[in-house]
């Protein structure tokens, strides 16, 4: 099982990311909390939604959100659940939101996926999502150079800002005295490109503005 490593809170200004573990998620003014704070808490009020370069991270993040839910769904279609193959999808812009792309899956046992671009102007890309089936919550040396890097410079070469990129992480914890995982969200970018430190996790009932 693997451990919780040490946390950075680098990116945690914008979206829909709490700045601990313990910590509630943000939510918009306009909406109503996903469920109460905790004992001593107060809930995180954001108004991302009022700022176009921060209302796409706000976007970003509920479409990874979503993308996990199509992810759970998926699994539980073959009979499986997010341990058991990788899983990607693209998070692209779409009118003014952010939209989930053609979920790929890989073999049983292999740890790798295809990223689907069906449909989409590579240069509307925003964001990549996978789910690591061992768990581990942090991008590998791989998921940087083979894919999070080489997406970068499609993106660019193709007219977008592939430098804004986000790579969000599926990820596994594992509570004390339980043997079922709970699956995270984590977000990750040039600003806390890491292959030892956690990064933000973002809600995983977050909401489009």
């Not at 909390?33 to 209302?55: A, H, I, T």
Request: glycine share 12%; net charge negative.
């Amino acid at each position: 099982m693997p451990d919780d490593p040490a946390e950075v809170e680098p990116i945690t200004v914008v979206g829909q990311r709490r700045t601990s573990t313990t910590a509630p998620f943000p939510y918009h003014p306009v909406s109503q909390p996903v469920s109460p704070p905790k004992q001593g808490q107060q809930p995180v009020l954001n108004n991302s939604c009022e700022d176009g370069n921060r209302r796409r991270e706000w976007d970003a993040d509920a479409a990874a959100a979503e993308a996990k839910r199509r992810f759970g769904l998926a699994a539980q279609s073959r009979g499986e659940q997010l341990g058991h193959r990788e899983q990607t999808a693209v998070l692209y812009k779409s009118g003014s939101g952010v939209a989930v792309g053609v979920i790929g899956a890989g073999p049983i046992g292999t740890g790798s996926a295809a990223y689907d671009l069906t449909g989409i102007d590579i240069k509307d890309v925003i964001g990549i999502i996978h789910n690591h089936p061992g768990g581990t919550l942090i991008p590998s040396a791989a998921d940087w150079t083979s894919v999070y890097d080489r997406m970068v410079r499609y993106i660019n070469n193709a007219g977008g800002d592939g430098n804004k990129l986000l790579m969000y992480v599926i990820g596994a914890t594992y509570p004390p005295g339980g043997p079922a995982p709970t699956w995270r969200i984590f977000v990750y970018d040039q600003r806390n490109r890491t292959e030892a430190v956690m990064g933000p996790e973002v809600n995983p009932a977050g909401e489009p503005c």
